[in-house]
């Protein structure tokens, strides 16, 4: 079982960038695909991308071009870089770790973070 902490939301004008860490113990992020996720209020959560373990990675369209997610096995951390920050980015973003290669769907993913707050105003 890996645990995850998400870190690096807060409050950013639109057009602006954030970056979010997921710092994992307990297992080491290299045995697994790293997922994020977001949750706006009254919204189911919705998928924003992953990266497996061999380096793929997948976005969804909805913030393709404007958010990267990368790795660092050495510091068992996996970030989320947010540029282009727009009002509907507004969520609380969740990261998460699944023992498959290519989902993204939220059931599979069996160890998640207790979320960070991302606020984009106007």
């Known amino acids: 079982q890996v645990q995850l902490v998400e870190s690096g939301g807060g409050l950013v004008q639109a057009g602006g960038s954030l970056r979010l860490s997921c710092a994992a113990s307990g297992r080491t992020i290299s045995s697994y695909t790293m997922g994020w996720f977001r949750q706006a209020p009254g919204k189911e959560r919705e998928f924003v991308g992953r990266?497996?373990?061999?380096?793929?990675?997948y976005y969804s369209d909805s913030v393709k071009g404007r958010f990267s997610i990368s790795r660092d096995n050495a510091k068992n951390t996996v970030y989320l870089q947010m540029n282009s920050l727009k009002p509907e980015d507004t969520a609380v973003y969740f990261c998460a770790a699944s023992r498959s290669l290519y989902t993204v769907v939220p059931e599979d993913f069996g160890s998640w973070g207790q979320g960070t707050q991302v606020t984009v105003s106007s």
């Open positions: 990266i497996n373990w061999s380096g793929g990675i």
